[in-house]
Antibody, heavy 123, light 106 residues
Framework: EVQLVESGGGLVQPGRSLRLSCAAS????????MHWVRQAPGKGLEWVSG????????GYADSVKGRFTISRDNAKNSLYLQMNSLRAEDTALYYC????????????????WGQGTLVTVSS | DIQMTQSPSSVSASVGDRVTITCRAS??????LAWYQQKPGKAPKLLIY???SLQSGVPSRFSGSGSGTDFTLTISSLQPEDFATYYC????????FGQGTKVEIK
């Protein structure tokens, strides 16, 4: 059974940093691309960042480019999102998500999602 | 960036109704489109990928069609458990989602 378990969310002040983690199990982690997708309270889904199976291809939404960094550790079956210079508009539930294929931006859909970790940016 | 526009934003329907949701891409995406269902407090669930391929375990009353820029999700006979919000997502480049369509009880 595929499981994606996010952690690291919480309340943080504007301008500070936070690191999200996602522990994956139930599939061969290093065969698939992974993504972070967020959802602000009462709003729709927004893709944040994605990373290919071997970290060779990485992408970011314009809204987080230069502030967020995605990474993965295939030996630990883990995905990460380092979030710096956080803003109030980054407040959202952050989902870790598995792609159907090994690459990002190469025709994959997202077939599994975690339950999300809530990030609240407020003073 | 590819923009995805869904219509309608919400639809009121009754059990047994046929419901159609459309999604338009700002540029051609071939058949690289997925549909998701999200219920309150839950993570999204993949329904359809590659525009018309039914994800394993998804009931056959869900179907998808389209290519290029115009796509459709159809629920042939709405069931009580189908009241939810539906999102399209293009998979031709870095992912982007439509704004969602809420299917409500009439």
């Amino acid at each position: 059974e595929v499981q994606l378990v996010e952690s690291g969310g919480g309340l943080v002040q504007p301008g500070r940093s936070l690191r999200l983690s996602c522990a994956a199990s139930g599939f061969t982690f290093d065969d698939y691309a992974m993504h972070w997708v967020r959802q602000a309270p009462g709003k729709g889904l927004e893709w944040v960042s994605g990373i290919s199976w071997n970290s060779g291809s990485i992408g970011y939404a314009d809204s987080v480019k230069g502030r967020f960094t995605i990474s993965r550790d295939n030996a630990k079956n883990s995905l990460y999102l380092q979030m710096n210079s956080l803003r109030a508009e980054d407040t959202a539930l952050y989902y870790c998500a598995k792609d159907m294929g090994p690459g990002i931006a190469v025709a994959g859909a997202i077939d599994y999602w975690g339950q999300g970790t809530l990030v609240t940016v407020s003073s | 960036d590819i923009q995805m526009t869904q219509s309608p934003s919400s639809v009121s329907a009754s059990v047994g109704d046929r419901v159609t949701i459309t999604c338009r891409a700002s540029q051609g995406i071939s058949s690289w489109l997925a549909w998701y269902q999200q219920k309150p407090g839950k993570a999204p669930k993949l329904l359809i990928y590659a525009a018309s391929s039914l994800q394993s375990g998804v009931p056959s009353r869900f179907s998808g069609s389209g290519s290029g820029t115009d796509f459709t999700l159809t629920i042939s006979s709405l069931q009580p458990e189908d009241f939810a919000t539906y999102y399209c997502q293009q998979a031709n480049s870095f992912p982007s989602f439509g704004q969602g369509t809420k299917v409500e009880i009439k």
